[in-house]
């Protein structure tokens, strides 16, 4: 594993009458239009991003699978690796969007219903091409078993797995699904915490930490930056593999380069 830590813009794609458009929100809803996926991409890869995350929000929800299109004319337009996420559920899912030109699936919702998946999909086209994204909310009922989250004063918290978008709560603790996910075979984690999502307060280090100290596969920090230090503290204080950002790229608070410059700065290691 290298030791180089990976800056990706995430882009959250909603389907309309031009094939999909990236939009932003808070906790996931109050959506904004940001642009189109294909052109953003372009220009992130311009900056320096070392890879890509395409989210299709609606896709489970809706019950479809994820834009195609939008797949096949980024593999056409952009060199660095993108990763697509949202309506994957079958093992002939993941064909098409690699055969479209993805390097990698994002699972979330079928990967809980369906935990088989996970392993069968590792298995076929092997554990880097799998990503499991963990879509967590904070949870002050601690009354759950095997609750190992505390704050600095000692404050004891359980982070429930959400699915549907983060509509739906399934009483699964976040950190033993990490473990779990990783005993599957996944190749690394996407944590995003919803309680964060779009607020740009900073990544949840809690949990961010819990899980990449649970887990030895790579994990993305996601859900909240809104600084420079935010996302190093994604690197520093939550030991994540990668810093994952939607707001301070699409509204040009910050640039690819701008995050680093400051992780150079700070003595943390990225790709040139």
Known sequence: MSNEKRIIPCLDLLLDEKGGRVVKGVEFEGLKDAGDPVELAKK??????????????????QGRETILDVIQRAAEAISIPFTIGGGISTLENIQKVLDAGAAKVSINTAGIENPELISKAAEKFGADKIVMAIDCKRNLDISVEDVNVFDENGQKFWYEVMIKGGNVGTGMDTVNWAKQIEALGAGEILLTVKDRDGVCGGYDLLITRAVAEAVTIPVIASGGAGTLEHMAEGVLKGGADAVLAASIFHFDKYTVGDVKEEFRKRGIPVKS
């Open 44 to 61: 992130y890869e311009a900056q320096g991003a070392d890879e890509i995350i395409f989210l299709d929000i609606a896709a489970s929800v």
